[in-house]
């Protein structure tokens, strides 16, 4: 089976500088598709009132170039959940590996913030919660997205400048 539509992703990331170019942070990864279409063998399914959606909470590492372009990776414990609206059910897999990566570039538009853009890859996969058969299939996701970025730092009290990434 196959999910596929066009997702509404949100980040936000908590950090601290470990040096002057690389970050260390914990984030929140939210990708959420609206009425998703579904792909069973070749037969497609549009949905109404259904929404499918990967949460994953991890840590992560940036490094900033002196430019203000940054790279960034994410390693997250990630869960797919698949809701009913007009039901109100839902039904959602054992907890995965999720991975995201991203490619951003921001520019200062005040003394401490950072406004900018990034391009985002998110892959994961986790197993279905077992339902008796002792071989639970395994769903994967993959999303590619372009997110705003904000960048909060704290004002310079050391060599390290970076204090906070949102």
């Known amino acids: 089976m196959k999910i596929s539509g066009v997702s509404a992703d949100l980040n936000v990331g908590l950090g601290g500088a470990l040096s002057r170019s690389v970050i260390l942070f914990?984030?929140?990864?939210?990708?959420n598709i609206t009425d998703p279409?579904?792909?069973i063998d070749n037969t497609k399914v549009k949905t109404t009132n259904v929404s499918a959606g990967a949460f994953g909470i991890g840590?992560?590492?940036a490094y900033y170039l002196p430019?203000?372009?940054?790279?960034?990776?994410t390693l997250a414990s990630t869960q797919l959940s698949i809701q009913r609206n007009d039901q109100n059910t839902s039904t959602e897999t054992n907890s995965g590996l999720g991975v995201?990566?991203?490619?951003?570039q921001e520019w200062w538009v005040g003394r401490d913030w950072g406004l900018g853009v990034a391009g985002q890859f998110l892959t994961a996969s986790m197993k279905d919660n077992d339902t008796g058969t002792g071989n639970?299939?395994?769903?994967?996701?993959?999303g590619f997205g372009v997110l705003c970025s904000a960048s909060y730092n704290?004002?310079?009290r050391s060599a390290s400048a970076?204090?906070?990434r949102a």
């Open 154 to 156: 704290l004002p310079e």
């Open 59 to 61: 840590v992560g590492l």
């Open 136 to 142: 639970p299939p395994t769903w994967k996701t993959t």
């Open 37 to 39: 279409e579904f792909k």
């Open 162 to 164: 970076r204090g906070f």
């Open 67 to 73: 430019s203000n372009t940054y790279f960034s990776a």
């Open 26 to 31: 914990g984030e929140i990864v939210a990708s």
């Open 100 to 104: 995201t990566l991203q490619v951003g």
